[in-house]
């Protein structure tokens, strides 16, 4: 039982470039997220799918699109990458919506 | 508007000594609390949560408390260990349609031999 696993742990992009993160879990939970961590700042909500189907904007949804694949798995596109968008990116899942959150490693984004 | 405060920043304490770290928030209408522990490198892991009605809950030497009356919260550490040292993140819940959840920005917490 893995929980939640991200891919790939580190990149490095230059602005412009577009990449995806890929976000899976295997509790069997109904919604995931997409959050970005900043220093100094608390984890901020970029997309997320409440169930298998459904995806909604968070508090900073600009420049990123989500894909809700299948009930496992949930991803993050940058289509044009900025170097505002350099951040810790996690995903997390919960059984359902706004119950307790576990979250993955995270994915070290670095835009130049 | 919906924040969450926590404090200190960061702290400093010797291993088997108790620290507390504190919680303010202004979130409306409140649904509950929860404190997790970010350990460097990885993601947030909950340690507990607190609906409105609570005032305390432990985990194992981790003990919350929640004054909804003056929405400030506090985890205490008790006999801190090396392994304590990591982020503390404080998060409220909103009671609204669909669901809000504000994160505070953390208290980095520094367990020293």
């Known amino acids: ?49 409440a169930s298998e189907g459904t995806t909604d904007k968070g508090e900073v949804p600009n420049g990123y699109n989500v894909s809700r694949l299948n009930k496992r798995e949930f991803s993050l ?13 996690f995903c997390a899942s919960s059984e359902v919506q706004g119950e307790t959150q576990y979250f993955g490693p995270g994915t070290r984004l670095l835009v130049l | ?17 108790n620290c507390t770290l504190q ?33 305390t809950k432990s985990n194992g030497r981790y003990t919350a408390t929640l004054d909804a009356d003056t929405k400030q919260s506090s985890l205490h550490i008790t006999a801190s260990q090396l392994s304590d040292s990591a982020s503390y993140i404080c998060v409220v819940r909103l009671r609204a349609g669909g669901f809000k959840t504000i994160f505070g920005a953390g208290t980095r917490l520094f367990v020293k031999a």
Not at chain 1, 4 to 21: A, C, E, H, N, R
Not at chain 2, 1 to 17: A, C, D, F, W, Y
Not at chain 2, 31 to 39: A, T, V
């Open chain 1, 77 to 89: 596109r940058l289509e044009s990458a900025a170097p505002s968008q350099t951040s810790v990116y």
């Open chain 2, 23 to 55: 919680c303010n928030y202004t979130v409306s209408p409140f649904s509950n609390l929860r404190w997790y522990k970010q350990d460097t490198g990885r993601g947030p892991v909950s340690l507990t949560i607190m609906t409105f009605s609570e005032n």
């Open chain 1, 1 to 49: 039982n893995a929980g939640v696993t991200q891919t790939p742990k580190f990149q490095v992009l230059k602005t412009g470039q577009s990449m995806t993160l890929q976000c899976a879990q295997d509790m069997n939970h109904n919604s995931m997220y997409w959050y970005r961590q900043d220093p100094g700042m608390g984890l901020r909500l970029i997309y997320y799918s």
């Open chain 2, 1 to 17: 508007k919906n924040q969450v405060e926590q404090s200190p920043q960061s702290l400093i304490i010797l291993e088997g000594k």
